[in-house]
T-cell receptor, first 116, second 117 residues
Framework: DTGVSQNPRHKITKRGQNVTFRCDPI?????LYWYRQTLGQGPEFLTY????????KSRLLSDRFSAERPKGSFSTLEIQRTEQGDSAMYLC??????????????FGPGTRLTVL | AQSVAQPEDQVNVAEGNPLTVKCTYS??????LFWYVQYPNRGLQFLLK??????LVKGSYGFEAEFNKSQTSFHLKKPSALVSDSALYFC???????????????FGSGTQLTVLP
């Protein structure tokens, strides 16, 4: 499968614990995005990388959230001291930086986080 | 700021009938418009996009959408609905990078389409 992959698909944790999610974009996609989707809502933008550089961060991305893309390939999203309000689907997307399809973001299956 | 409105939470249509899912948007400058579909417990699948050119855009699975600049709308359409089209549909917009809207997509709240057999 050459699509965007995310691991784990599901994560259940207790309030106060740290969690880390991984996203592997489509190979050769320079841009990588993280979104959060809560029940009954559309995805909301969290952050965006071009190669290893984090170029945009939403105000939704509090101090407890950190994202990295160390080698410009896979990315990790860490949430420290989780709160029940962090329960959501975390979606990763990737896109090309040049070419005819540069504007299309392709999404992974998501990681569903439940904070007890 | 950019925004998207999907005025209908739910659309029901009989199989074989035409379907329309509505979307209106607000963005600075020329819009980049997208439709995505989401099946239960799945990520979003890209259906089609409008960047420039012909106002009628054709996409995957027989879907099409019409860009109307004067009405700031981008409605999704299909001439003949299938039961398998039942899913959650999202409209999204972004503006040109560097004009305050960056590259992120802004999504509507989604429309649940149910095609009845």
């Amino acid at each position: 499968d050459t699509g965007v992959s995310q691991n784990p698909r599901h994560k259940i944790t207790k309030r106060g614990q740290n969690v880390t999610f991984r996203c592997d974009p489509i190979s050769e996609h320079n841009r990588l995005y993280w979104y959060r989707q809560t029940l009954g809502q559309g995805p909301e933008f969290l952050t965006y990388f071009q190669n290893e550089a984090q170029l945009e961060k939403s105000r939704l991305l509090s101090d407890r959230f950190s994202a990295e893309r160390p080698k410009g390939s896979f990315s990790t999203l860490e949430i420290q001291r989780t709160e029940q309000g962090d329960s959501a689907m975390y979606l990763c997307a990737s896109s090309l930086a040049a070419g005819a399809d540069t504007d299309t973001q392709y999404f992974g299956p998501g990681t569903r986080l439940t904070v007890l | 700021a950019q925004s998207v409105a999907q005025p209908e939470d739910q659309v029901n249509v009989a199989e074989g009938n035409p379907l329309t899912v509505k979307c209106t948007y607000s963005v600075s400058g020329n819009p980049y418009l997208f439709w995505y579909v989401q099946y239960p417990n799945r990520g979003l699948q890209f259906l089609l996009k409008y960047i420039t050119g012909d106002n009628l855009v054709k996409g995957s699975y027989g879907f099409e959408a019409e860009f109307n600049k004067s009405q700031t709308s981008f409605h999704l359409k299909k001439p003949s609905a299938l039961v398998s089209d039942s899913a959650l549909y999202f409209c999204a917009v972004r503006g040109l990078p560097g004009r305050g809207s960056a590259r992120q997509l802004t999504f509507g709240s989604g429309t649940q389409l149910t095609v009845l057999p």
